[in-house]
């Protein structure tokens, strides 16, 4: 079963992907992501050090073998993209309608 490895470093890289989204978007709970930006240095730091963490894991050879680890081409780590832009799309739309509506019961629902 040579292709199990792959297939979990696979699944690990996409989860790690879509993880990255979920922590951009959730920086506030009613500010676009286009007018927060990026100039929070403790998140990107975090950031790539959650990348950087992945990539150790996974291409060092000891730690994938024990981790049951295998080699992962550059495709898999698009793999969470999707989810990622959905998840992006997502969450701005309900930050929009946050601030037109803030006082409507769904407003306040969404924002808490």
Not at 26 to 34: A, E, M, P, Q
Not at 49 to 67: G, N, R
Not at 91 to 100: G, I, S, Y
């Amino acid at each position: 079963m040579e292709i199990m490895p792959s297939a979990q470093s696979s699944y690990f890289a996409g989860v790690v992907v879509v993880q990255v989204a979920d922590v951009i978007v959730h920086k506030t709970r009613r500010v676009s992501l286009i007018k927060q930006g990026f100039g929070n240095f403790f998140l990107n730091f975090s950031i790539f050090l959650e990348l950087a963490l992945a990539c150790f894991l996974i291409y060092t050879p000891v730690i994938s073998t024990a981790l049951s680890f295998g080699p992962v081409p550059y495709k898999a780590w698009l793999i969470g993209i999707p989810m990622a832009v959905y998840l992006l799309i997502f969450e701005e739309v309900r930050k929009l309608f946050v601030r037109w509506r803030p006082n409507s019961f769904i407003g306040q629902e969404l924002c808490k």
